[in-house]
């Protein structure tokens, strides 16, 4: 990743303490779009933050390259994001990338397209973010095209050194230029959602305690659910 | 709900015994079609039985109303049933609403469309079942547009009243003028499987264990599998 | 099960312990395919490996036969494949089903449809690979045709014998003919695996590793990832 894109530690780490609604909400408020459809955790339980490490992946013709050894070069904390055009015919993920994978700390995977090995994938709960499961093998089939390139998740551009933060709900991308002002929303949303939830767990009706939080009325972070 | 839809307790507390696929067969029998189609549940082993607390939501347009506020209203036992026609691309129920409905005895909800903050509904265990999941909310996308009237839900007619009962295989809703009528043939039905299940258990086939309780040829309570 | 059509028992034996993603890639290898799109297990954690029992179903019509009795004729360490057309609103296997099964040592049930009574089947941790689950019974919908032919699951010629092994990541269809020849690659291709994984273990970069074993550029087994 490149140095100017590289995130404070802190945002990051204030990150891993938010879920990926807050986010979505925050980002929602901002304007942004960045939920990844239809793209779901294969390990349930598994969570993933971090920036995106890219890759982009071509069917297999007159340029023929190598399959998965990028991942030398994917560094401590950030996340696999593979472009393989949506397809879930043939799998660009497998046992010896999430074993090496969970080695090197590399804190997980989203792949538009599919993964395989998944006893393996289980066995580790190794935090990746897919559109399903197959076992035939990319390899023959498609090809390393670019790496560290802007690409396309489920329809969401990503390029390298955007947030990606996925969990039992789903996968959402906070672009790099916005993680700041995403983080800062996203803590006050969580701080409403909080205060909504200590008067309903004491008995408050629901629509009360969103009146006096002014979840309905005012323009304070308001979605939550 | 209207006090001339509620459902004697026994009634109720008897179909709580049974599971879906048996409820199927008896629907089948007397010519009845309630079964969710594509409709699952959110968190694996759960179970839900009770009668419907229908919600409509339509779009945002020019009219504007509330998201959620409708919980206050659901009496303990009820079963959320919200019609957000079918949609998987906003979200009309998280986690406030799921710890409110633990909270307050609510039996479970059933969503045309999708739901969010799936960490805690799988802590919670809570019983809801949808199309599948994502974390955008609702909120400024979609709107309550009636509680309390007829929707559709998975393509079948759900009225106030009508009996919900969903487990692994599925969610089933029996129109509450039917319900004693589909309890009684479930009932039968129920009876036949235990026969042929125990002859089964004590060695004899498949085949002669439904000949010899009529599973082919009576016209018998027989649609098990 | 023809005897003609018998594998050794010591070939079964070395597949079951075989992932089916090494499979997968000797059938690549040796030009073959039968890799069940969208099939999956309904009970994570399961496995099957066995020769194929095939069933066919056809849609009610002028010919009514009956649905399941085939359970009988099916051996011991066989796997009950079933050809429902990929219906997903009719189930062809249940509870009982499942019971008998179990009780009579049949290996499993590959579906090219849905199952019902989940409930069960995740207590007995059946192996059971479908499109999904349902609670319609398919009896009075749909008829066995026949026992012991050619079928088509998800898009794949499976004929009776021929070897069905699934596991988390899918389910393949390796044909009779070629079963000793697929065994011998396979192994084969999980040898090079498990020197890559060895090598990789021990702090060795994958582009390395991968190098040392000849996968990019020689014709040994190579579709590791």
Redesign the interface.
């Given at each position: 990743m490149l140095p100017e894109r590289t995130l404070r530690k802190e945002v990051i780490e204030e990150f891993k303490k938010l879920?990926?609604?807050s986010?979505?909400?925050a980002m929602?408020k901002l304007k942004l779009s960045g939920?990844l459809?239809h793209i779901?955790a294969v390990v349930?339980?598994t969570y993933v933050c971090g920036q995106a490490f890219t890759v982009h992946y071509i069917p297999n013709g007159t340029i023929k390259g190598?399959?998965?050894?990028f991942?030398?070069d994917i560094l401590p904390g950030e996340v696999a994001v593979i472009d393989n055009n949506g397809r879930d015919?043939c799998?660009?993920?497998?046992?010896?990338?999430s074993?090496?994978a969970s080695?090197h700390g590399i804190a997980g995977t989203v792949i538009d397209g599919v993964c395989?090995?998944?006893?393996v994938i289980?066995q580790l709960k190794y935090p990746i973010f897919t559109k399903g499961?197959?076992?035939?093998?990319?390899?023959?089939r498609v090809t390393v095209d670019k790496v560290g390139g802007t690409v396309s998740i489920a329809g969401v551009q990503v390029n390298p050194g955007d947030l990606v933060c996925g969990?039992?709900?789903?996968v959402?991308v906070v672009p790099f230029e916005h993680a700041e002002e995403v983080l800062a929303v996203a803590k006050q949303i969580e701080t409403v959602?909080q205060q909504?939830?200590q008067k309903?767990?004491s008995g408050m009706?629901?629509?009360d305690a969103?009146k006096q939080t002014g979840y309905?009325t005012l323009q304070t972070p308001?979605?939550?659910?």
């Open positions: 879920d990926v609604p986010i979505s909400d929602d939920a459809y779901k349930p339980d190598t399959v998965g050894d991942i030398d015919d799998t660009v993920w497998g046992d010896i990338m074993i090496y080695q395989r090995d998944i006893n289980r499961t197959y076992m035939v093998t990319g390899k023959d969990d039992n709900t789903g959402i959602e909504i939830l309903v767990r009706k629901l629509k969103r309905h308001d979605s939550e659910q």
